[in-house]
């Protein structure tokens, strides 16, 4: 059973234009969200995350957008540029509740490919 | 410099045999983690460890198992009863169990010939 769920494999964007990554959610435990990207043959590197308390979070480039009511969140890159190509995972938090282990479960990844 | 260190970064395995992927940081965290991803699917739990000498079960431990001997080390091995252990098996620390932001090392990639 997937709770996380990146439904595009793919995503081919012009340089300088934006980018939308999806990714829906089936678990309202979840209480974090976060996106990673990996470049291949390294491990992912941690980019923006979100609470469950929030609808939106900026940093530079990037914003995520989390729309608790359709279980979505949503990773806007603008500009794009090539060096973003890079395959995108989000991520999900399950909120076990007091000091409990709150495990992350990602979603199948999206390819992003910006051209120059 | 700061990091997760995995080793070997390609490790090719005969049917039956067992093999032990490392994984060793320096950067303080209490949190271990192991990972694996499969093409097309996302990143799956395999075990993880809160603190030295303690280590829980993920979503597909059967055919693996660790040790945590030291808060840099949390070791891997990769049983001959892991029925399909071709993967990228990825590393990963926090500084708690509960931060959610896990830094990664560079992954090993297991072929099983």
């Known amino acids: 059973d997937q709770q996380v769920k990146q439904n595009s494999p793919s995503l081919s964007v012009q340089e300088g234009r934006i980018s939308i990554l999806n990714c829906d959610y089936t678990n309202s435990m979840f209480d974090y969200f976060l996106w990673y990207k990996k470049y291949p043959a390294e491990g992912p590197t941690f980019l923006i995350s979100i609470s469950s308390i929030k609808d939106k979070n900026e940093d530079g480039r990037f914003t995520v957008f989390l729309n608790k009511s359709a279980k979505h969140l949503s990773l806007h890159i603008v500009p794009s540029q090539p060096g973003d190509s890079a395959v995108y995972f989000c991520a999900a938090r399950f909120n076990a509740g007091g000091t409990s282990y709150g495990k992350l479960t990602f979603g199948q990844g999206t390819i992003l490919t910006v051209h120059p | 410099d700061g990091g997760i260190t995995q080793s070997p970064k390609y490790l090719f395995r005969k049917e039956g045999q067992n093999v032990t992927l490392s994984c060793e940081q320096n950067?303080?965290?209490?949190?271990m983690y192991w990972y694996r991803q499969d093409p097309g699917q996302g990143l799956r739990l395999i075990y993880y460890?809160?603190?030295?000498?303690?280590?829980q079960k993920g979503d597909i431990a059967e055919g693996y198992s660790v040790s945590r001997e030291k808060k840099e080390s949390f070791p891997l091995t990769v049983t001959s009863a892991q029925k399909n252990p071709t993967a990228f098996y990825l590393c990963?620390?926090?500084?708690?169990?509960?931060?959610?932001?896990?830094?990664f090392g560079e992954g090993s990639r297991l072929t099983v010939l």
């Open positions: 460890s809160q603190i030295v000498n303690d280590f």
């Open positions: 950067l303080n965290h209490d949190a």
């Open positions: 990963a620390s926090s500084i708690k169990i509960n931060t959610g932001e896990l830094f």
